[in-house]
């Protein structure tokens, strides 16, 4: 019986310890903010430099910033004491963010200001310093080996009549693939994915077909065109 009070009553005062806050020093809260803000001004450079979506958007790069220095405090807030830790964790789970991720990248780079964050509340700099820079230079070298051609949908615009001959062209397309064609009683719409670089004189090749009337080249990013 002694044994078990003596276990109890020590889990208790384990307990009760844990629950005293270890306040840290302004220094030290200003140390950390101003880390992780310099690496999150980091990351806002990076997203910029190397955005390879349609749209780059500033508000979800100013979000980056937000994200890293919010998690920095809540993490300092948390490390201190464990009871604490428990409610943010309960609180947290509850939060649901209803904002679509326009492109899958963008995920990566929101784990990255979020572990930038949980570094930095930490006081671990080191790990997210050498992360990060790690990090910036997988981008760079991915965002080198990037392919000569680019996917691009040709609209066009024709008589139904130039149909057989136009389709012949476009089949002598390097990595061509129909997408879409429309065909009416004096009309016809034909969209068309190819693969070609910016020179490439694709466009005035079909426009040069007998009956084209209008010629479109745009970009194309799975989802998005611009």
Known sequence: MESEFSI??????SVISSAEVSTLAVSDIVVNLT???????FIFYVYRKFFMGVLYTLSFNVALVMVSLVTSLVIMTISSN???SLGMVGALSIVRFRTAVKDAIDIG?????????I???AGFFLISVVGSVFI?????????FRVGSSPYLLVV???PNSDESLCALLQQSKGGQLKSKTIRDHDAELTYEVRV?????????VRSVSGVRSVALVAYNGDYVS
Request: hydrophobic letters at 55%; aromatic letters at 14%; charged letters at 10%.
């Open 8 to 13: 109890r009553d020590l889990f208790k005062s």
């Open 35 to 41: 880390v992780t803000l310099l690496l999150s001004l």
């Open 82 to 84: 464990l009871i604490l």
């Open 109 to 117: 780079f929101m784990f990255w200001a979020i572990a930038v964050g």
């Open 119 to 121: 570094a930095n509340g």
């Open 136 to 144: 910036a230079a997988v981008l760079w070298g991915f965002s080198s």
């Open 157 to 159: 615009q024709y008589d």
């Open 197 to 205: 670089s910016s020179e490439s004189s694709l466009v005035s090749d």
